[in-house]
Nanobody, 120 residues
Framework: VQLQASGGGLVQAGGSLRLSCAAS????????MGWFRQAPGKEREFVAA????????YYADSVKGRFTISRDNAKSTVYLQMNSLKPEDTAVYYC??????????????WGQGTQVTVSS
């Protein structure tokens, strides 16, 4: 599976962005998907995950209630809708395919990352 993330950018605090992650390969619908982020000088951290059907999701406490992960298996794409953005959400965001988990090593395939910058 090859993954291509897009949709990042510069936004003011309180604003919204929607990230997309397009996958190639016919097996996309069989993979749980996750979003992670990495800020400068920090380790990569879990943001959200969704199971293969989209029927189950879970989130890091830091984004719960503000971010929504979803997927469209017909389009081989997973999304991350980010609302009420805060400066501390600034990071490079990565999509990944693997198992339905929150650990970096549970994911086998990674996109290239897209920068999200939230100004105060």
């Amino acid at each position: 599976v090859q993954l291509q993330a897009s949709g990042g950018g510069l936004v003011q605090a309180g604003g919204s962005l929607r990230l997309s992650c397009a996958a190639s390969g016919r097996t996309f619908s069989s993979y749980p998907m996750g979003w992670f982020r990495q800020a400068p000088g920090k380790e990569r951290e879990f943001v959200a995950a969704i199971n293969w059907s989209g029927g189950s999701t879970y989130y890091a406490d830091s984004v719960k209630g503000r971010f929504t992960i979803s997927r469209d298996n017909a389009k081989s794409t997973v999304y991350l809708q980010m609302n009420s953005l805060k400066p501390e959400d600034t990071a490079v965001y990565y999509c990944a395919a693997g198992v339905y988990g929150h650990r970096v090593n549970e994911y086998d395939y990674w996109g290239q990352g897209t920068q999200v910058t939230v100004s105060s």
